[in-house]
């Protein structure tokens, strides 16, 4: 980790999103999508139950990557 690295620049590394590799990001981000998809779909018969599994998985992902990049400094 450099010295003066800021937050943004630790989670858009060439290597990857802070220690997560570009392409677990990527499927990440890809099930998260079809989360809320699938909430949207199913808005009806309680779809709103994916998008707070979305917004946990996110708030966790982003989470973790900020205390990874905190113990790193």
Request: glycine share 6%.
């Amino acid at each position: 980790m450099k010295q003066n690295e800021t937050f943004f620049q630790y989670l858009t590394r060439p290597t990857g999103f802070g220690r997560t590799s570009w392409v677990a990001f990527a499927l990440i981000q890809s099930m998260v999508i079809a989360m809320i998809s699938a909430g949207v779909a199913t808005i009806d018969e309680a779809g709103w139950v994916a998008f707070v599994m979305a917004a946990a998985i996110e708030a966790v992902l982003f989470g973790m990557s900020y205390v990874n990049y905190k113990q790193r400094r």
